[in-house]
């Protein structure tokens, strides 16, 4: 996967974490599920979450991953995803 500046220099425990997110999607995508939007995004969150707070995360990164589903950043088309 090709992550962006942000989560390849975020910290060990964030860059772990967003290769469980992604393979969330894999997993989504091999069983013919939903694997965009909300609904996709929603349980790779979660994933990732799960695997923040297993690495031992802060509290401030936890908050963060439990709220960005809010953002609704699968919207921001791929040229301009900064991430």
Same mark, same amino acid.
């Given at each position: 996967?090709?992550?962006?500046?942000?989560?390849?220099?975020?910290?060990?425990?964030?860059?772990?974490?967003?290769?469980?997110?992604?393979?969330?999607?894999?997993?989504?995508? !091999?069983?013919?599920?939903? $694997?965009s939007?909300?609904?996709?995004?929603? #349980?790779?969150?979660? %994933?990732?979450?799960?695997?923040?707070?297993?690495?031992?995360?802060? !509290?401030?990164?936890?908050? $963060?991953?439990?709220?960005?589903?809010?953002? #609704?950043?699968?919207? %921001?088309?791929?040229?301009e995803?900064?991430?």
């Open positions: 996967y090709k992550a962006g500046r942000s989560t390849r220099e975020g910290g060990t425990i964030w860059y772990a974490s967003s290769f469980t997110h992604e393979a969330c999607h894999s997993k989504q995508y !091999q069983e013919g599920r939903t $694997y939007g909300r609904e996709g995004e929603a #349980e790779c969150l979660n %994933v990732q979450a799960d695997a923040l707070e297993k690495l031992g995360a802060s !509290q401030s990164t936890l908050d $963060y991953i439990r709220n960005v589903i809010n953002t #609704e950043y699968w919207e %921001v088309p791929y040229s995803r900064w991430w």
